[in-house]
């Protein structure tokens, strides 16, 4: 089936610098990336959607400065927390779409932000 | 137009039971129902999804229930296991990897040994 690799899963970094997370499809081409950023016992939130070779499409509220998504090839996405700061701290995962596999998701990033 | 509203937010079941999950949507172009477990620390996984052109789909212990005139769907567990133990999602698309999905409140379901 498909699988989506997301790292690292835990990451701690100092408030003031940062941080970037992988997500690579491992077994299939993914034309559309989708991160999510997820609180303690919530729903998934979605931030930006990207298409590969494409800009980011970012949802209302979502700083596009702060949260640098990379969708540069069909198996990689990158997000990269910019200046990361304690509010920024969460749960992040990302979803690969492509077609004929559906959505499938990462495992997840832990960041926190010190 | 965009919510799923998703129901119980948190459940109990004595294992060997039931466990019944609802969602309704408003959007009628959705045509894309997944349900997805998530466990602690980890990335939500699909348990099942289905088409609006059938009324039902079963997968081992686990069947959807659509009604399409009431735009509401569940999710049912039967047999429930401890293990079963975890956050569900239902969550609603246009097509199923191109456009986003709409994610229902989540339900937090326990069962007990």
């Known amino acids: 089936g498909a699988v989506v690799s997301q790292h690292p899963s835990r990451v701690i970094c100092k408030s003031g610098t940062s941080v970037k997370i992988e997500c690579r499809s491992l077994d299939f081409q993914a034309t559309t990336m989708f991160w999510y950023r997820q609180f303690p016992k919530q729903s998934l939130m979605l931030m930006a959607t990207s298409n590969e070779g494409s800009k980011a499409t970012y949802e209302q509220g979502v700083e596009k400065d702060k949260f640098l998504i990379n969708h540069a090839s069909l198996t990689l996405s990158t997000l990269t927390v910019t200046s990361a700061h304690p509010e920024d701290s969460s749960f992040y995962i990302c979803?690969?779409?492509?077609?004929?596999?559906?959505?499938?998701f990462g495992s997840g990033t832990r960041l926190t932000v010190v | 137009q965009q919510q799923v509203k998703q129901s119980p937010q948190s459940l109990i079941v004595q294992k060997g039971g039931i466990s019944i999950i609802n969602c309704a949507y408003e959007n009628t172009a959705f045509d894309y129902f997944p349900w997805y477990q998530q466990f602690p620390g980890k990335g939500p996984a699909l348990l099942i999804a289905?088409?609006?052109?059938?009324s039902e789909k079963k997968e081992g212990r686990f069947t959807i229930s659509f009604n399409k005139s009431a735009k509401q769907f569940s999710l049912h567990i039967m047999d429930s296991q401890p293990g079963d133990s975890a956050t569900y999602f239902c969550a609603a698309s246009r097509g199923t990897s191109g456009s986003r999905l709409t994610f229902g409140e989540g339900t937090q379901l326990t069962v007990n040994p």
């Open positions: 289905i088409r609006p052109d059938v």
């Open positions: 979803s690969a779409g492509g077609a004929n596999y559906g959505y499938t």
